[in-house]
């Protein structure tokens, strides 16, 4: 199974710079995602880590150690429209009848403050 | 343009009252799944499948059942609906990566959630 941990909120100012972690206890890692959820909305996709290091895209960016456990979500100069919720989930290669099992962690409801 | 359908995005419904969320994408995914929100749980697999005529249960299975004769098609079933499944359902698809570190990312692609209500 997995068990996955991420802050239930964070708040931020306008412009700054917010970094939102993520710890897994996984048996088959085969992946770490990030997804963006506004209120009331489907989640979207952000990133994709699977192998070690940092992946930038545009504001953000997704930094994963597979050794650790652990991941962040970078997001730069923030804007009002980055209130919202982050969801990390990790992939497992599911050995019994293949596979990938992708299970979300609760997300993170990132508030972002003039 | 590439997306995945869901179908009524809401309705109030009573127990007991069988009920059928559909569910359609364009992009000819091999991989499909449903999943629940609840305030606090998060996203919660019901049920996935990952061909036609393949599905296999996810982490809170009870209560639903799923098709996927057709490949665009994955229909999500409450034969008997009680008020503890009252939730916020997402539908999603993706291009299945078949093995490890598949050559895709396997992103998810989710439709626009339907919200069900059971009195």
């Known amino acids: 199974g997995q068990n996955i941990d991420q802050p239930t909120e964070m708040t931020a100012t306008e412009g700054a710079i917010v970094q939102i972690n993520c710890t897994y206890q996984t048996s088959g890692f085969n992946g770490l995602f990030w997804y963006q959820q506004h209120a009331g909305e489907a989640p979207t996709f952000l990133s994709y880590n699977v192998l070690d290091g940092l992946e930038e895209k545009g504001r953000f960016s997704s930094f994963l150690s597979r050794s650790k456990g652990y991941s962040y979500l970078l997001l730069k100069e923030l804007q009002m429209k980055d209130s919202a919720s982050y969801l990390c989930a990790v992939r497992d290669w599911v050995l019994t009848g293949g596979g990938n099992k992708l299970t979300f962690g609760t997300g993170t409801q990132l508030k972002v403050e003039l | 343009e590439a997306q995945v359908t869901q179908n009524p995005r809401y309705l109030i419904t009573v127990t007991g009252k069988k009920l059928t969320v559909t569910c359609s994408q364009n992009?000819?995914?091999?991989?499909m799944s449903w999943y629940r929100q609840d305030p606090g749980l998060g996203l919660r697999q019901i049920y996935y499948s990952m061909n036609v005529e393949v599905t296999d249960k996810g982490d809170v299975p009870e209560g639903y059942k799923v098709s996927r004769k057709e490949k665009r098609n994955f229909p999500l079933i409450l034969e008997s609906p009680s008020p503890n499944q009252t939730s916020l359902y997402f539908c999603?698809?993706?291009?299945?990566?078949?093995?490890?570190?598949?050559?895709?990312?396997?992103?998810?692609?989710f439709g626009e959630g339907s919200r069900l209500t059971v009195l």
């Open positions: 992009m000819n995914h091999e991989y």
């Open positions: 999603a698809s993706s291009l299945y990566s078949g093995g490890l570190a598949g050559v895709n990312t396997g992103e998810l692609f």
